[in-house]
């Protein structure tokens, strides 16, 4: 697959002034609820309704969705509201169903794209629609995989495609829910410039009050839209409870999000740019220098401790220079996080030059 502008295409063709807007609940619970929701996002920026039909839950026992009756649900929401209809497909079943009711835009749950052979079914029985078809992420960081998923369906001639990232498990515990590793979408963008990609805040998140900040990074990285999951009653719903937001706290968040623009042509703003582009590009060269030079001695050390035969990883004098660096960073004015993964990174390179030194 190649990057077009045409990828861009069913995007554009929404004719949005903001980002493009998925919003409905985690899971469709009843007829009322929703057609109750559509109502309260109808009028909002939300374009699209989205609701879980089937749900790929870790566990079994929790609610799994309450199957093809809700597409008819969807159905009647998108007749009362003109809002467009989304809803998750995990198998070839499912795509039939969802197309015989009209649903608008399927997209593949993480828990798909891990699996070739599932993507590969899906994508054949997708064959001939004009659907528009969304990949979520899989669930480990790997972007070949996401990319061979959306290939896949490229390759059944699906024309309307889209990337949504919704983090990456980790087995960690952290702020987030599922990890945003951001680095992942940067360089998707770079592969595929064009190709539309849709952040989903309520899966990065697990938790309601850090989804504004998660919809802000993704629109200062230019993601295309928001997949944002909405529920006029959150605590109470079926799944996913902590992560919902009502209506109207989404429609706060969309009057309070910046939304970026791509450039700027303004001779000043040009100008400035330039000269602090400059300053970077020298210190990134003293960077590189400097961590050249740092290599070298730890050539040095490789070849004195192969005159001892002494192993290469001393934990103790790796540790003190760790917590050395923390304390310089913290100074500088950055995060332990980031210095611990510079600083990692550089002893696995130190270890892989002393390694080439012992063995030759
Ligand atoms: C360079 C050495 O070897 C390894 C690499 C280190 C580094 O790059 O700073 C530190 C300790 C060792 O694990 C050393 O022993 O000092």
Known sequence: MKNTKEL????????LEHPL?????????????VVKIAGELKNTDATVLRAG???????PGNFEGVGALGLKWMQTAKQETGMLTATEVANPNHVDLALKHDIDILWLGARTTVSPFIVQEIADALKGTDK?????????????????AIERLHTSNIEKLGAIHRGFSTYEKTRYRN????????????????????????HIAGRRDIIFDICQTALDLNFDGLMVETHYDPDNAWSDAKQQITPKTLIQMMVDLKIRK??????EYRNSLNTLRTQIDVVDH?????LGKRMKVAD??????KTKNVAILQTKRWNEILGKMILEGESQNLSEEFVLKIFKAIHQESINHQEKIMQS
């Open 21 to 33: 807007v998925i919003a409905g609940p985690c899971s469709a619970e009843t007829e009322d609820q």
């Open 8 to 15: 861009k295409t069913w995007v554009n063709n929404f004719g």
């Open 300 to 305: 040095s050390i490789g070849e004195l401790k």
């Open 179 to 202: 990890n945003p590793n951001w680095q992942i979408p940067i360089e998707l963008q770079n592969r595929f410039p064009d190709l539309p990609l849709i952040c989903d805040p309520s």
């Open 286 to 290: 003293q960077l590189i220098e400097m």
């Open 262 to 267: 791509a450039t700027d042509t303004e001779a």
């Open 53 to 59: 039909i089937w749900k790929p839950r870790t566990r």
């Open 132 to 148: 528009i078809v969304l990949v979520k992420n899989p669930v480990n960081p790997d972007l070949p995989l996401w990319l061979g």
